[in-house]
């Protein structure tokens, strides 16, 4: 190939490239105005990442800064099933769930007389309406001094007896989105928690800030894990985020961006390979093999609008293949189409995919360099390339 042609082919390479660019931040927009469009929409119905706080009691006393003695639970018995239910709104998945949460709250009156003593039972803000929602203290349903619901709590004053002890049973089934965390005031002292969460994924991930479970066990698709804490102070909140799922947007925009690497690994193994061989390549046929990869990304980035991830990357590929091999194949024959088949499915098909997976583009992107630089050092090792200046090759 001529040294003009070699520039040439480089410069539609260029132009594919800021074609991408386009493509990419189009793609980008597109899934930030979907994201901001439907997260109002989705917390509306599902609510947000909901926060479960500690419950707290105290009674009056002179004796006590602010005139109140707190009464942390010397009990707490709470069970919390977390079941994902992802929804896809546009190109992207939010992480929304359905939760179970039942509980158990033990109070002692510490003094040698009888105290009122107030319990307070905080409700998760915003949530999505808490059904079935239980307040049972010592036996009654209906608490006689309700706060009202702009206050996010419920609450209630009950007689216990010198050296007595009154349990709080609640419960409340709701949605929320992202996470779900139970919380501790800060720095303390717990004292006699226990915590059992179940879920129906996998896959486990705790939010930054919280702890993780003393004891975690498989069970059926998911996990059952326990949180258990004696006697602590400052204790770690417990959380659960729902899992990541693969949002189609995000994926085919980064795709795009690193696509004019797939494209110039492809085109030096292409134009090498078939000097060596003896197949003359105009500028005009990279312009054309450009098109194939690019009509991969177009494919797939509209695509993913209308049809599963998996699907609609099979498709894209398929097509795209059938272009640049059969193109290929129809200038240079089976030679040169045995050649361009592995480079596609190594520098377009393989290297796409790894952007599927976190954490693995790097690496795969570093593999193909070095592996393309051994095979190409390897098979060019003893041609002669003084006779390629002179227009015959050795």
Request: charged share 15%.
């Amino acid at each position: 190939m001529k040294l003009i042609h070699l520039i040439a082919s480089m410069a539609i390479v260029a132009c594919t490239a800021i074609a991408w660019f386009f493509l990419g931040s189009v793609l980008a927009d597109r899934t930030r105005q979907s994201s901001s469009d439907m997260a109002a929409e989705v917390a509306g119905v599902w609510g947000p990442a909901l926060v479960q706080k500690h419950p707290e009691a105290w009674f009056e006393t002179p004796n006590a800064p602010g005139g109140r003695a707190m009464l942390p639970p010397s009990s707490s018995k709470v069970s919390v099933d977390l079941k994902s239910e992802p929804k896809r709104r546009g190109l992207v998945w939010h992480r929304t769930y359905r939760v179970d949460f039942e509980a158990e709250y033990v109070f002692t009156n510490p003094t040698r007389i009888p105290q009122t003593v107030y319990v307070s039972f905080p409700l998760p803000d915003h949530s999505a309406g808490l059904n079935g929602f239980r307040f049972l203290l010592d036996g009654a349903s209906r608490p006689e001094h309700p706060v009202p619901a702009a206050s996010g709590e419920m609450a209630r004053a009950v007689v216990v007896p010198a050296l007595g002890s009154v349990a709080l049973r609640t419960g409340y089934g709701t949605r929320g989105a992202d996470s779900f965390r139970y919380l501790f005031p800060d720095n303390r002292r717990v004292a006699g928690f226990d915590l059992v969460m179940r879920t129906d994924f996998g896959e486990i991930n705790f939010p930054v800030g919280t702890g993780s479970p003393g004891e975690r066990a498989r069970s059926g698709g998911g996990w059952k894990l326990r949180w258990n804490y004696p006697d602590v102070l400052g204790a770690p909140s417990v959380g659960m985020d729902m899992p990541k799922l693969l949002n189609a947007g995000p994926v085919a925009a980064r795709i795009a961006f690193f696509a004019p690497v797939s494209l110039l690994l492809f085109v030096v193994v292409v134009l090498l390979m078939a000097a060596l061989k003896g197949v003359p390549l105009h500028p005009v046929h990279v312009f054309f093999v450009s098109a194939g990869f690019f009509a991969f990304h177009l494919l797939f980035a509209y695509l993913v609008d209308l049809l599963p991830l998996a699907t609609a990357f099979g498709i894209a590929t398929v097509v795209s293949v059938m272009l640049v091999c059969g193109y290929l194949k129809a200038v240079g024959g089976r030679t040169l189409f045995r050649i361009a088949l592995p480079a596609q499915l190594g520098y377009l098909v393989l290297f796409s995919l790894s952007f599927f997976f976190d954490g693995l583009t790097g690496i795969t992107l570093t593999v193909c360099a070095v592996l393309t630089l051994a095979l190409l050092m390897a098979l060019t090792a003893k041609v002669d390339w003084r006779a390629f200046e002179k227009g015959r090759p050795a």
